[in-house]
């Protein structure tokens, strides 16, 4: 059974830094793709990042622009979203995501992951 548990949002001024993590089990990254996407209120989800299945590389949404770095801690299966200079606009609910059928060109799409976490708030005080 496959389970993604996000935690490390929270509330943050602007320019702050935050770490998101996501703890998994029931999977592994040989496998299976995992990614971050963001959901602002009254928005549509939006990709943040992915790390894609075995060792393909990592993947960031366009907005990320160098502020955010996507790692992984194989041996405590947990992986990390650095945030730093964060914007009011990056507050939303951040999710962790994984699936085994994800290939390149459907990684920055949310219908392509099989798993979802219930996600971490984030936000960004101006």
């Known amino acids: 059974q496959v389970q993604l548990v996000e935690s490390g949002g929270g509330l943050v001024q602007t320019g702050g830094s935050l770490r998101l993590s996501c703890a998994y089990s029931g999977l592994t990254l040989i496998t299976s793709s995992i990614a971050w996407f963001r959901q602002a209120a009254g928005k549509e989800r939006e990709f943040v990042a992915a790390?894609?299945?075995?060792?393909?590389?990592?993947f960031y949404g366009d907005f990320v622009k160098g502020r955010f770095i996507f790692s992984r801690d194989g041996a405590e299966k947990r992986l990390f979203l650095q945030m730093n200079a964060l914007k009011p606009e990056d507050t939303a609910v951040y999710f962790c995501a994984a699936g085994p059928h994800v290939i390149t060109s459907t990684l920055r799409f949310g219908a392509a992951y099989d798993y979802w976490g219930q996600g971490t708030q984030v936000t960004v005080s101006s």
């Open positions: 790390i894609y299945r075995s060792g393909g590389g990592t």
